[in-house]
């Protein structure tokens, strides 16, 4: 009897214990980029893996977007930041940014050629980067610049004939 009282109360306490660890917040869960870019956004349009692939006075936007609505990519702009995050260098437009953006759809903006030529962009650091929409609010991320020279980004250096203006 004595054996029984005990088998029920490890068992009670080993599912008490098994409860308490559902509520636990697990680490997979939380939102996070897994990649070297940033992620912004807003109430309708969410921007994921977003950098700049730096190389011969060109930087390529390089991340995908996905709106919960039919939307469409109308500018994309951004400006060098100094090693303290002030800015730097000259301002840049990427020309010829429109982008559909199909509701409920990954827009992969690699694939999408966005270019422009930039002065003062270094590697390593970071250059404010603002999308804006036809039909959502912007997003204003600090990207990333990498090196076009990278194994992982050299598939998608910048082309030297330039695709943009600034």
Same mark, same amino acid.
């Given at each position: 009897?004595?054996?029984?009282?005990?088998?029920i109360a490890a068992l009670a306490a080993?599912?008490?214990?098994?409860?308490?660890?559902?509520?636990?917040?697990? &680490?997979?869960?939380?939102?996070?980029?897994?990649?070297?870019?940033?992620? $912004?956004?807003?109430?309708?349009?969410?921007?994921?893996?977003?950098?700049?692939?730096?190389?011969? $006075?060109?930087?390529?936007?390089?991340?995908?977007?996905?709106?919960?609505?039919?939307?469409?990519?109308?500018?994309?702009? $951004?400006?060098?930041?100094?090693?303290?995050?002030?800015?730097?260098?000259?301002?840049?437009?990427?020309? !010829?940014?429109?982008?559909?953006?199909?509701?409920?759809?990954?827009?992969?903006?690699?694939?999408?050629?966005?270019?422009?030529?930039? @002065? $003062?962009?270094?590697?390593?650091?970071?250059?404010?980067?603002?999308?804006?929409?036809?039909? !959502?609010?912007?997003?204003?991320?600090?990207?990333?610049?990498?090196? !076009?020279?990278?194994?992982?980004?050299? &598939?998608?250096?910048?082309? @030297?004939?330039?695709?943009?203006?600034?």
């Open positions: 009897m004595i054996d029984r009282r005990r088998t080993v599912g008490v214990l098994g409860l308490a660890a559902c509520g636990a917040d697990p &680490k997979v869960l939380t939102s996070y980029t897994p990649a070297a870019g940033v992620s $912004g956004e807003s109430d309708t349009v969410k921007v994921q893996n977003l950098l700049l692939i730096n190389g011969d $006075g060109q930087a390529r936007v390089s991340g995908a977007v996905i709106s919960s609505k039919d939307d469409k990519v109308v500018e994309i702009t $951004g400006q060098p930041l100094t090693a303290n995050n002030s800015l730097a260098g000259q301002a840049f437009t990427v020309a !010829s940014s429109d982008v559909d953006l199909p509701a409920r759809t990954s827009v992969n903006l690699t694939e999408s050629s966005l270019q422009a030529p930039v @002065e $003062g962009l270094s590697d390593g650091l970071l250059a404010k980067v603002t999308i804006k929409f036809a039909k !959502s609010a912007p997003i204003t991320v600090d990207a990333p610049v990498v090196p !076009s020279t990278h194994p992982d980004f050299e &598939k998608y250096a910048p082309s @030297e004939s330039p695709a943009a203006q600034s």
